[in-house]
C-alpha cells in the first residue's frame, strides 16, 4: 500500500484544524497515511488538537504566507502520494482508499469534489461558490489536458513535483504548478467519487482581505516569468477582471440547477470578492521585481 501524504497550512490552531485531522485519522484503513500542518502560529503555537504519531507540526512566525508554509511541508512529505488540503476540510472515512485507487492511472495531478459543509447562510454559500463553485457536486469524471482542479482537494504523485520542484520552491501556488505540468504535456483528472466537505469562512470581510492577498501572492509569484511588457500588458488590463471573474463564477454554477438561486442571491457578495482578489492582483504585479 503505498503512503499518502496529506500537507495544509493554517494560521490558527482551533476546532477547525482538530475537525480535519480527526477525519484523516479515522480512513479506513489508516495505515502509511502522514499529515504535515504547518502553521504560522509564532513562538507561543499551542499542541496539535490531536494526537498521533501520524501528524507533524512545522511552525513558522506569524504572517509567514501560505505559499511559504505549503513550500515547507511539501519539502517535508515523504508519501508516494501527496495530498494538498484545508483546515476547514472534512474527509469521508474511505477517502484515502480512493485516492490510492485513482493514483494507480498516470495523471499528472488529481483532484476532487467538493461538497458545503458549512452554515446554510448567504455569506457561507456567497464565500463558499467564490472559491469551490466549479467542484461543487454533482459534477461528472472529467479527463482533460487542462487543469481546472479545487486547490483544497487535489493531489500529485511524489515524482511529479520532484520533476517541477523549480516551480515551487519560492512558495506552492496551485495554478503555477498546474500550469507547468499542463506545460510539460501532463493529463489531469477530476474524480467525482473522491469527496470532502468544506466549511466555508464565516465573515465576508475577512474572506474578502484574505482573497485579496491570494491574488497578490498569485500574481507575484506569476510575474517573476513576465517580460516588462507583460507585466504593464495585466497591470493595464486588470479594471477588466473583475466582470471576468464575476462571469466564470456564475457560468461555472449555472448548470447545476438546484444551485441557480443561491448563485444568484450571491453575486452582490461574490463581486465584492473577486474586486478584492483583482485589487490583489494589480498590487502583486505592481509591486513584482
Not at 504547518?38 to 496539535?48: H, K, N, T, V, Y
Not at 520552491?169 to 473522491?194: A, N
Not at 440547477?257 to 473577486?274: G, N
Amino acid at each position: 500500500m503505498c503512503r499518502v501524504s496529506v500537507v495544509l497550512a493554517t494560521s490558527e490552531i482551533g476546532p477547525a484544524l482538530a475537525r480535519c485531522l480527526t477525519s484523516l485519522l479515522e480512513q479506513d484503513p489508516a495505515d502509511n497515511l502522514e499529515i504535515i500542518v504547518a502553521a504560522a502560529a509564532g513562538e507561543d503555537a499551542p499542541r496539535l488538537p490531536v494526537a498521533s504519531s501520524a501528524v507533524r507540526l512545522l511552525n513558522f512566525p506569524k504572517r509567514t504566507p501560505k505559499p511559504e508554509l505549503l513550500k515547507e511541508a511539501l519539502l517535508r512529505a515523504g508519501g508516494e502520494i501527496v495530498a494538498v488540503t484545508d483546515p476547514n476540510c472534512c474527509f469521508p472515512p474511505h477517502w484515502a482508499e480512493r485516492l490510492r485507487r485513482a493514483h494507480r492511472f498516470e495523471f499528472a495531478a488529481i483532484g476532487g469534489a467538493v461538497a458545503y459543509g458549512g452554515d446554510k447562510t448567504l455569506t457561507g454559500w456567497a464565500c463558499f461558490l467564490a472559491d469551490y463553485g466549479p467542484f461543487l457536486p454533482p459534477e461528472s469524471r472529467r479527463i482533460s489536458t487542462s487543469p481546472l482542479l479545487a486547490g483544497n482537494h487535489i493531489s500529485y504523485k511524489r515524482n511529479a513535483l520532484g520533476e517541477t520542484s523549480d516551480c515551487w520552491q519560492s512558495g506552492y501556488i496551485k495554478t503555477l504548478l498546474l500550469q507547468e505540468l499542463e506545460r510539460r504535456g501532463g493529463r489531469f483528472l477530476f474524480e467525482p467519487e473522491l469527496i470532502l466537505h468544506y466549511t466555508p469562512e464565516r465573515d465576508p470581510w475577512r474572506f474578502a482581505r484574505q482573497y485579496y492577498a491570494n491574488g497578490c501572492d498569485f500574481a507575484a509569484a506569476r510575474a517573476k516569468s513576465f517580460s516588462t511588457i507583460q507585466r504593464l500588458g495585466h497591470i493595464v488590463s486588470a479594471p477588466l477582471l473583475p466582470a471576468l471573474l464575476l462571469l466564470r463564477r456564475i457560468r461555472a454554477v449555472w448548470p447545476k440547477r438546484e444551485h441557480r438561486w443561491r448563485i444568484l442571491r450571491a453575486v452582490p457578495l461574490i463581486a465584492i470578492f473577486v474586486l478584492c482578489w483583482s485589487a490583489g492582483e494589480l498590487a502583486g504585479y505592481v509591486r513584482a521585481r
